[in-house]
């Protein structure tokens, strides 16, 4: 009973804020709103995508860039962030969409939909991944726990258990767990189970359609007026790194961006979100202006430029208990009322 109350009441409170405008985004004309997408994709390679909390449909994603650019000022976040800082407050306020990990699927699938709107997004790349075409680690763990779980359950459950984990019934659910998981471990270790995992399941389970976007998709994009910053170079997690491999991460990562796409790079994203004082100090002493954690919610005026907290948005947070995507849901996301995750 309690399952089906609670969607119940939270539907019905997100209507009723929204109706009696508390949630609406005109309400907060004084914040810096940040949305961070990962994957945008067609319905076919969604399927096969293993981690379903970082990817919308191409579909969804319409629906939010439809919604963003009818109820917000969107800009790119360095163009956003500059403009609020130097007190511009525009009836609807500014909205700045990003995209974190450099996927291909955001060239192919995002660009053309945020310019059927009219609206510019800010895409993080990490640049030794899109120099090699690389697969991040959590993707390389995630397809091929994925593709374990389907076809060798056993081998799955020793992979589990070197993490203190056993195989829950949902291979989606199994798979959020064993990457979260991993990211508690020391480099070498991930690296290793990484390694052992994909080992198990026949090498590199990466789909042939996946891949990362190349400099020349980069370039083009920049040309188009969007932004293009910097998420590291191979995504590790900065806080577990020595001084020197942090600032190949965060130093040399702006070099060659801004050597290869010609132009300057302002914004700096943590892989992960995850910073600490001698990583936001690296960010600084490279010359970054401003950094995104995955800290949630909109900005206040005078919030730290190094620490930008912004909303994750997906499909299923965004619907109602019946599966329709709804505005007073995603504005009650977007809003302070909502209670912090
Ligand atoms: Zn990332």
């Not at 949305?35 to 969804?60: D, G, K, M, N, W």
Request: hydrophobic share 40%.
């Amino acid at each position: 009973m309690l399952k089906l109350l609670r969607p119940t009441v939270r539907d019905l409170t997100g209507d009723l804020l929204y109706k009696v405008g508390l949630t609406r985004p005109d309400r907060g004309p004084h914040r810096l709103n940040v949305v961070t997408f990962h994957r945008v994709l067609p319905p076919a390679q969604l399927r096969e995508y293993p981690l379903a909390a970082i990817a919308v449909s191409v579909e969804e994603f319409t629906w939010f860039v439809e919604y963003f650019a009818a109820h917000f000022t969107v800009d790119t976040f360095a163009n956003a962030a500059r403009r609020w800082e130097a007190g511009e407050r525009p009836a609807r306020p500014f909205l700045a969409i990003t995209f974190d990990d450099g996927q291909r699927d955001n060239a192919l699938h995002a660009v053309p939909v945020l310019e059927r709107f009219g609206v510019p997004g800010s895409f993080f790349v990490p640049v030794q991944a899109v120099q090699e075409n690389d697969t991040l680690w959590h993707d390389r763990l995630g397809y091929a726990a994925a593709r374990l779980l389907q076809s060798d359950r056993d081998a799955a459950s020793r992979v589990l258990a070197q993490l203190g984990a056993s195989t829950s019934g949902d291979v989606a659910a199994t798979v959020q767990a064993i990457v979260e998981r991993a990211k508690r471990l020391a480099p070498a270790q991930r690296d290793a189970l990484v390694a052992s995992t994909e080992r198990a399941a026949g090498g590199n389970a990466r789909p042939a359609w996946d891949g990362m976007m190349n400099w020349d998709q980069l370039r083009e994009i920049v040309a188009r007026g969007h932004e293009v910053g910097s998420h590291s170079m191979t995504h590790q997690l900065l806080p577990q790194l020595d001084d020197e491999a942090l600032r190949y991460e965060i130093a040399e990562s702006r070099r060659v961006l801004e050597a290869n796409l010609g132009c300057k790079v302002e914004t700096f994203c943590y892989p992960n979100g995850d910073a600490d004082e001698r990583v936001l100090q690296a960010v600084k002493d490279a010359g970054y202006v401003r950094a995104l954690s995955t800290r949630w919610g909109p900005n206040e005026p005078g919030a730290s430029r190094y620490d930008v907290s912004r909303c994750d948005i997906q499909g299923a947070t965004s619907r109602t208990r019946n599966g329709v995507l709804s505005e007073s849901r995603l504005a009650f996301r977007l809003s302070p009322l909502q209670p912090r995750p």
